[in-house]
T-cell receptor, first 115, second 114 residues
Framework: GAVVSQHPSWVICKSGTSVKIECRSL??????MFWYRQFPKQSLMLMAT?????????EQGVEKDKFLINHASLTLSTLTVTSAHPEDSSFYIC???????????FGQGTRLTVV | AQSVTQPDIHITVSEGASLELRCNYS??????LFWYVQSPGQGLQLLLK??????LVQGIKGFEAEFKRSQSSFNLRKPSVHWSDAAEYFC????????????FGGGTRVLVKP
């Protein structure tokens, strides 16, 4: 149980284009999803918290107009990197949880390369 | 605010030797503590977690960790390291009161010598 799936696993896009990453909870309804970013050889940094049906809460320094998060259903959250640039190249990981869980469950991550 | 410190950026250990990775946390309330492992280019795998109760926690792959409230530590140990244990290890702190949001330490890269 508690499986979270991310898609795609990797993506290459051209500079200036937008790319969407999906995070799905497969066997539970996730009331909260988290998006993290990990630069090479660095730790994971929380970008934003999204609760189903409401606007995401972004961490300080994260541009909400650049990283659009939608959590329209209890099983799906999406992260859209708009007008991507090479400096946005990173590993993006989501996690999902509910009020009855004592932990969040991670997806397998998405490696984004902007060329 | 919660924070996690992993003092060792790199650790090199011989295969078969013991391993201990340090983790210190700062959190105002009772924390939930986690250790994850990440192989190059891969996602996170949960090794073990502590919520309450017995302060010595057993995990997968022969790992264990001990929660010491007085030292604000949650160190990870393995008695005998295998070459496949070479990876990046992350300690993380969270809390149900924080909605299960995690704060990660900087990570410790483990290299295993033959």
């Amino acid at each position: 149980g508690a499986v979270v799936s991310q898609h795609p696993s990797w993506v290459i896009c051209k500079s200036g284009t937008s790319v969407k990453i999906e995070c799905r909870s497969l066997d539970f309804q996730a009331t909260t999803m988290f998006w993290y970013r990990q630069f090479p050889k660095q730790s994971l940094m929380l970008m934003a918290t999204s609760n189903e049906g409401s606007k995401a809460t972004y961490e300080q320094g994260v541009e909400k107009d650049k990283f659009l998060i939608n959590h329209a259903s209890l099983t799906l959250s999406t992260l859209t990197v708009t007008s991507a640039h090479p400096e946005d190249s990173s590993f993006y990981i989501c996690s999902a949880t509910t009020q009855r869980h004592t932990e969040a469950f991670f997806g397998q991550g998405t490696r984004l390369t902007v060329v | 605010a919660q924070s996690v410190t992993q003092p060792d950026i790199h650790i090199t250990v011989s295969e078969g030797a013991s391993l201990e990775l340090r983790c210190n946390y700062s959190y105002g309330a009772t924390p939930y503590l986690f250790w994850y492992v990440q192989s190059p280019g891969q996602g996170l795998q949960l090794l073990l977690k502590y919520f309450s109760g017995d302060t010595l926690v057993q995990g997968i792959k022969g790992f264990e960790a001990e929660f010491k409230r007085s030292q604000s530590s949650f160190n990870l140990r393995k008695p005998s390291v295998h070459w496949s244990d070479a990876a990046e290890y992350f300690c993380a702190v969270g809390a149900k009161a924080a909605g299960n949001k995690l704060t990660f330490g900087g990570g410790t890269r483990v290299l295993v010598k033959p």
